[in-house]
């Protein structure tokens, strides 16, 4: 929503993918972004196409199936649009600070499935390879459809990942 406002601030177009929001160049988009937002709980063709020479922004932990990432990508990316996967983690995914038990729920009610891991440490080396490999694989996705890849840990503050966001699309 954010990045909407500072786009639109540029004299950018902006909407919101999956919806049939046409794309709008004032501030009265906002409102109808903020209240489809919540609505955007997976990658979805919306009623509304995505003009060739548009830039894309997606911005997710992308934990879902890469090929339904790849798959959007390279449809949009034959169509003539760009785009910028930007990933958002929290420190806890990259790190896996904790000791002990943990016990791992979804939040998001995606699955209701429970995760417990009796001994955490002993999880946390072949976890933050596989933590490393996802990002790497979602740059190499973004490289492969002409798109970038952008990662903002939640540790920095929103102002700052604002800025460096706006500032490689600038480039």
């Not at 390879?129 to 939640?154: I, N, R, V, Y």
């Not at 920095?156 to 800025?163: G, M, S, T």
Request: aromatic share 8%; charged share 20%.
């Amino acid at each position: 929503l954010a990045l909407s406002m500072v786009l639109l601030n540029g004299g950018e177009q902006v909407s919101l993918v999956g919806t049939d929001l046409a794309p709008q160049t004032s501030y009265a988009a906002i409102q109808p972004i903020y209240e489809m937002l919540k609505a955007q709980t997976h990658l979805a063709d919306g009623a509304r196409g995505i003009a060739a020479g548009s830039h894309v922004i997606l911005i997710s932990d992308f934990y879902f199936p890469m090929e339904e990432l790849l798959s959007f990508c390279e449809r949009r990316a034959a169509q003539r649009i760009t785009g910028t996967l930007v990933q958002v983690f929290d420190p806890a995914e990259e790190t896996l600070p904790w000791h002990g038990r943990v016990k791992f729920q979804d939040i998001e009610g995606i699955s209701s499935e429970t995760l417990d891991i009796t001994e955490v440490g002993d999880i946390r080396a072949l976890y933050a390879d596989k933590f490393k490999a996802h990002q790497e694989d979602l740059a190499a996705l973004g490289k492969k459809s002409g798109w970038q890849f952008e990662k903002f840990s939640t540790a920095i503050k929103p102002e700052e990942a604002l800025a460096r966001l706006y500032n490689s699309l600038s480039h």
